[in-house]
């Protein structure tokens, strides 16, 4: 097993321990050999966002898409970011590249959806969410559990969204 190789699975089982932190540090000791590792700086971006450093884990992940402009998980993990900080605008178009690719990607057009709404694009948002729930009805106990959905569960275009 080469030093790569190594580095990469002691951060994943530092991550299924439950260090992040510990994760985060094999993940950088790649990118200290191949700065432009995509598994590490996913990984790393994946461990950013769960310590809540949104803005750093989109660094991460532009870097993933400096490579591969059409990686979903990078696409969908950076819109997730910009959702978390408010800046729902990117988050959207993160999202919209994912559905150019996958257009029926259901992570993307929930993620879509719930930052469409969450920007005031109420129409939009609500057609997005009601195609999700033709096309899965898992989505709809998801949207009506989702705190992303708590100031609007109680308009009618939500509750005809989700019936």
Partial sequence: MSDIESLLNNGQRSLNLGNPKDALEFYQKVLDQIPNHLEALLKKGNVLGRLGKYEEAIISYDGVLLQEKENILALLNKGLCYHKIGQYDPAIKCFDVVLK???????????????????????????????????????????????????????????????
């Fill in 101 to 163: 690719v996958k257009p029926q990607n259901k992570t993307g057009m929930y993620n879509k959806a719930s930052s469409l709404l969450k920007s005031g694009k109420m129409e939009e948002g609500f057609e997005l969410l009601s195609e999700l729930i033709e096309l899965d009805a898992s989505y709809r106990q998801q949207a009506k559990c989702d705190v992303d959905f708590a100031d609007i569960k109680h308009l009618n275009a939500f509750k005809e969204a989700t019936i």
